[in-house]
Nanobody, 125 residues
Framework: QVQVIESGGGLVQAGKSLKLTCTASGGTSGLYGMGWFRQGPGKEREFVAAIRWTDANGYYAGSVKGRFAISRDSAAKTADLLMYNLKPDDTAVYYC??????????????????WGQGTQVTVSS
C-alpha cells in the first residue's frame, strides 16, 4: 500500500529557511515523480515544486523559483523541499504527492494519485 508522509513544517520568521521531507513508504519501484503543493488560507491548492524520480529533474512554480529547491534521495526514498528566504505569503499547508503514471505532467494536481495529510508552514513577518 502506498503511503505518502510529510514532515518538517513549523513556524518561522520571514527571511528564514525550512526543510520539508516527503517519504514514499510504499517504495519507489515504478515511481515517476513526487510533487509539493500548498493551500494557503482562503486560497486554492497550487503547485509548488516537483521532481522526476528517474533523472531528478526539478520543476518550480514561478512564485518560488530561485527560493525553493527540490531534491530526492533514492536510497532513503525521500524528496526534500528546501525553502529559503521565506515570506508570509508562503504560509500554507504543504502537501506532498506521488505519481506512478509515467510521462504525466508533474505540475498539475490531477496527475498525482497518492497524497499526504499535509504539514503546516507558517511564516511570520
Amino acid at each position: 500500500q502506498v503511503q505518502v508522509i510529510e514532515s518538517g513544517g513549523g513556524l518561522v520568521q520571514a527571511g528564514k529557511s525550512l526543510k520539508l521531507t516527503c517519504t514514499a513508504s510504499g517504495g519507489t519501484s515504478g515511481l515517476y515523480g513526487m510533487g509539493w503543493f500548498r493551500q494557503g488560507p482562503g486560497k486554492e491548492r497550487e503547485f509548488v515544486a516537483a521532481i522526476r524520480w528517474t533523472d531528478a529533474n526539478g520543476y518550480y512554480a514561478g512564485s518560488v523559483k530561485g527560493r525553493f529547491a527540490i531534491s530526492r534521495d533514492s536510497a532513503a526514498k525521500t524528496a526534500d523541499l528546501l525553502m529559503y528566504n521565506l515570506k508570509p505569503d508562503d504560509t500554507a499547508v504543504y502537501y506532498c504527492a506521488e505519481t506512478r503514471k509515467w510521462f504525466t505532467s508533474l505540475v498539475v494536481a490531477m496527475s498525482y494519485a497518492y497524497w499526504g495529510q499535509g504539514t503546516q508552514v507558517t511564516v511570520s513577518s
